[in-house]
């Protein structure tokens, strides 16, 4: 079994910066990639970004590039989203997941919330 534990979520006003964590703990070995989602209220959850555990290539919605970053360490199992310039848009419960040999899993989730 593998545990995802988000963290870092809160309040920001719009232009403001988050920096979301997500640490895999349990049998979570030979991971493939681990990637952010988001669930607006009444929206479908929908994909934000991930990273390759391998080399760490990353991949992004349109409407977050250049805006967002993840990052990883691949020593503790722990990425990271860095969020600037955050609009109300951006407000969601955002979701880790992890996808490796063991299959896929998913966080418990992280509110975030932007203010106009």
């Known amino acids: 079994q593998v545990r995802l534990v988000e963290s870092g979520g809160g309040f920001v006003q719009a232009g403001g910066s988050l920096r979301l964590a997500c640490k895999a703990s349990?049998?979570?070995?030979?991971?493939?990639?681990m990637a952010w989602h988001r669930q607006a209220p009444g929206k479908d959850r929908e994909f934000v970004g991930n990273i390759r555990w391998a080399g760490g290539a990353t991949l992004y919605t349109d409407s977050v590039k250049d805006r967002f970053t993840i990052s990883r360490n691949v020593a503790s199992n722990t990425i990271w989203l860095q969020m600037n310039n955050l609009n109300v848009e951006d407000t969601a419960v955002y979701y880790c997941r992890l996808d490796g040999l063991t299959g896929g899993y998913w966080g418990q989730g992280t509110q975030v919330t932007v203010s106009s």
């Open positions: 349990g049998r979570a070995f030979g991971i493939h990639a």
